[in-house]
């Protein structure tokens, strides 16, 4: 028998002050996935994730297997980055407030290759993609098996990027987690998605990547110039392998 | 040596400087120290009404406190217009029916406080809401951390920000008030906001942010005291402290900042 998903998603629907942003959205996604969330601007991905998360009421089921322990990295932290804090003083804070054990920052930190002078840098003086990384390590606290993200390199150079992306892939290998991960950059969602959940104003679709990433769908989806896409479908074709 | 009468006071005062200097680290973390500050200004009109009917006037002054929060919250929903706009427009009334309010003689008291003995049930009334503060900063001291960083990420940890946020709100009101019988109503914020800019510049990370605040907080009380006691006796605890904090900040701009942006 084949096992439950881990995540049900029943007929979502979501609406912020009285605009409706999801409408009966239905999907499920299983233990070990990584979903990737895509779709053009205003589209609803944060919303949904923050709706799985349970931060905005919603009509709908949303269901999460027992014993989910969701670990989460915002799109944007618009924290006062001036705040007398090091890396450390956030991860503890957490730690404390979980009563995790003081090892669990450590091994925290390790996990995403935090070193420890940064564990005691202050938080307005470290770069975007260690600042990342510090995002990562405190969403790490508390061992969770589901990781959401929401466009966890968009404020990133190329290399940074990059460096967060095989991070999360090293994390899923090794720990076997459920990645759900909004994203922009569509040949980073082919790369590391196995399943992709595209928001349009039309109907959401859901599939493995090399059914959603198709020129039709993306330009239905986005409604965007056929060069945007070119590069990607360029991409998609050299790449023998298939992804399901 | 300070006479034996005055050891409750001083006992108090400089655990209250504890207190403030603990409250104050977050409200300026939270950005929140001059509309806090406010706060203590809405307390002169139940001051001046208790001192004309000869009423406590601590419970004057929390009666007038909470009633002009409210009306703030109130006349913003009312007007449509920015919280701080009606901060503004509630203190300057506060002020001026709090000034025509108290009896001449008492003005100054209200205004910038007033050194005197306490009774032992005021005295161990004060106390308890000093400890009430700082056992609150302490057990909710993560959650804090959490809600000021981020607030969607402390709501994702589990942090239930609204409660959160009107319990700080409720801690902050009280350490005024506490504040109120030694500083007056104009200078009860001081002790909350000056410390904490000490602390700011002369630490980078959480703790010794924290006791570095307290430190100039408790610091600036011992020195204010001795000032209006031994030195100008005629000036008032609210304006001595105040002073010597300010002279504190003023020497914490010769060192170098810590922690701030490269």
């Known amino acids: 028998m084949p096992d439950k998903p881990l995540l049900s998603v029943h007929h979502l629907t979501v609406s912020l002050d009285d605009r409706l942003i999801l409408q009966d959205l239905s999907f499920e996604v299983n233990r070990g996935a990584t979903l990737a969330i895509i779709g053009p601007n205003g589209s609803g991905k944060t919303v949904l994730l923050k709706a799985l998360l349970g931060l905005i009421p919603y009509e709908g089921s949303i269901f999460w297997s027992p014993g989910t322990r969701l670990g989460y990295v915002p799109q944007k932290i618009a924290a006062d980055r001036q705040m007398p804090l090091v890396v450390r003083d956030l991860l503890e804070a957490k730690a404390r407030f979980l009563a995790l054990p003081r090892s669990a920052i450590d091994r925290a930190a390790e996990e995403v290759a935090l070193p420890p002078d940064l564990l005691n840098a202050g938080i307005g003086v470290i770069s975007g993609g260690q600042f990342q990384k510090a995002l990562i390590a405190y969403a790490l606290l508390g061992d969770p098996n589901v990781l959401l993200f929401d466009e966890p390199t968009a404020s990133l150079d190329e290399m940074e990027e990059e460096r967060v992306y095989e991070l999360l892939e090293e994390l899923q290998k090794k720990q076997g987690l459920t990645i759900l991960i909004v994203s922009h950059d569509l040949s980073v969602v082919y790369r590391s998605a196995n399943m992709v959940l595209c928001l349009s104003k039309g109907k959401p679709c859901i599939g493995p990547p090399r059914e959603i990433l198709t020129p039709e769908r993306l330009e239905e989806a986005y409604a965007m110039p056929h060069k945007f896409y070119q590069h990607l479908h360029l991409q998609l074709e050299s790449d023998p392998e298939s992804k399901d | ?262």
Not at chain 2, 44 to 60: H, I, T
Not at chain 2, 198 to 214: P, Y
Not at chain 2, 237 to 258: E, Q
């Open chain 2, 1 to 262: 040596m300070i006479h034996p009468d005055l050891i409750y006071s001083v006992t108090l005062a400089l655990m209250f400087a504890v207190a403030a200097g603990l409250v104050g680290s977050f409200a300026l973390m939270k950005r929140m120290l001059l509309a806090g500050d406010v706060i203590s200004h809405l307390a002169l009109p139940g001051l001046g009404l208790a001192f004309l009917m000869g009423w406590n006037p601590l419970l004057g002054g929390a009666c007038s406190l909470f009633a002009g929060t409210i009306l703030i919250a109130e006349l913003q929903k009312k007007s449509g217009l920015s919280a701080d706009a009606m901060i503004g427009v509630v203190f300057a009334g506060a002020l001026a029916v709090g000034a025509a309010l108290t009896p001449q003689e008492d003005l100054v008291d209200a205004l910038f406080g007033k050194f005197q003995q306490l009774s032992f049930p005021t005295f161990t009334a004060g106390m308890v809401a000093v400890a009430t503060i700082i056992a609150f900063i302490f057990y909710f001291r993560e959650q804090l951390v959490l809600s000021l960083f981020s607030s969607e990420l402390a709501a994702a940890t589990g942090v239930k920000l609204d409660r959160l946020n009107l319990w700080f709100l409720l801690v902050f009101s009280l350490t005024v008030l506490v504040g109120l019988r030694f500083m007056g109503a104009l200078l009860a914020g001081s002790l909350i906001m000056v410390p904490s800019t000490i602390g700011r510049r002369l630490s980078r990370n959480l703790s010794g942010f924290l006791l570095t605040s307290v430190l100039a907080s408790v610091t600036a009380v011992a020195m204010g005291f001795v000032l209006s006691l031994y030195v100008l006796r005629r000036m008032s605890l609210g304006p001595s402290t105040t002073i010597i904090a300010a002279v504190l900040f003023g020497l914490s701009l010769l060192c170098k900042p810590r922690g701030a942006r490269r």
